[in-house]
């Protein structure tokens, strides 16, 4: 297994009364991680419309297990490339609504669980996108659930950035005050030098590193050697830690540092 059994529930966050029985909508990724299907199968998800969402390639490891799970718990398998993820999880989506409205047309809130687990980030960013489209319409329940993965070391340490761009073009912004300074605030991971190469990219003026701990402590040891050089050219009042079982005070620390930075730079996440 690649994922860390564990409490299931992040603290601070959802508790095990917030769990429903059943959902309008469950989404999870087809992917060849066997944490993909660990949430669904542990918590039992249940929905009128479930989606296993794969990638087209990579059908290695644990795939074929993810995917006999999936089938046997009628989830509705799609799999798709990036190019036409969003359009078709879309169009499923609408269709699924619409067919909803018609049968139970005084309902139009939609409880929605997502199992962001194995999605990689432009799907995840694709799906986000999607949920706030509808939720103009329709009012959203959603609860994201993650499953922490246990440690294994990274594939190679010589990988070079190949794009540095924002995810997808609505998480990308400008600011119209040029002369302000340009401040990175930069999560670290344990691959090679790849926050280092991600601020000498940017050439900021200033940095800030959101720095994890994990229950998994193996990950401690990779993270500080990845990133030596950049931990110590940052001083410690830039340094701030945070839990990775503790998703909602990440948030509420980024948002309030780049609320901060906003006024006097041009902070660059």
């Not at 009364?17 to 918590?43: F, H, K, P």
């Not at 990219?201 to 990779?222: G, K, N, T």
Request: overall charge negative; glycine content about 4%; charged content about 25%.
């Amino acid at each position: 297994n690649d994922f860390y059994q564990m409490n299931l529930l992040a603290p601070g966050a959802m508790t095990a009364q917030d769990i429903l029985t059943r959902y309008d909508v469950v989404i999870c990724a087809l992917g060849y991680e066997s944490r993909a299907r660990y949430l669904a199968e542990t918590l039992g998800l249940c929905g009128e419309l479930k989606l296993a969402l794969g990638f087209g390639d990579s059908k290695t490891h644990g795939y074929q297990d993810n995917r006999r799970y999936f089938e046997a718990s009628d989830f509705e398998i799609r799999e798709s490339s990036d190019d036409v993820f969003l359009g078709s999880t879309r169009a499923r989506l609408e269709q699924f609504l619409l067919e909803r409205s018609l049968s139970f047309p005084d309902r139009r809130d939609v409880s929605v669980c997502l199992d962001i687990s194995s999605f990689s980030r432009i799907r995840l960013a694709y799906l986000v996108d999607l949920i706030v489209d509808i939720s103009v319409s329709n009012p959203i329940r959603l609860h994201v659930i993650y499953s922490i993965a246990c440690f294994s070391p990274p594939d190679r340490d010589d990988v070079p950035i190949r794009t540095a761009a924002p995810v997808t073009e609505n998480y990308a912004g400008w600011s119209v005050k040029l002369d302000l300074p340009t401040v990175a605030v930069v999560g670290l991971g344990y691959e090679h030098r790849k926050a280092l190469g991600a601020v000498e990219y940017l050439q900021a003026d200033e940095i800030w590193v959101f720095d994890p701990y994990s229950p998994i402590l193996e990950y401690r040891e990779a993270l500080n050697s990845a990133n030596d050089s950049l931990l110590e050219a940052v001083p410690n009042a830039k340094k701030i830690d945070y839990d990775v079982m503790n998703p909602h005070d990440l948030f509420v620390r980024l948002e309030s540092l780049v609320y901060g930075l906003v006024r006097e730079s041009r902070p660059v996440v």
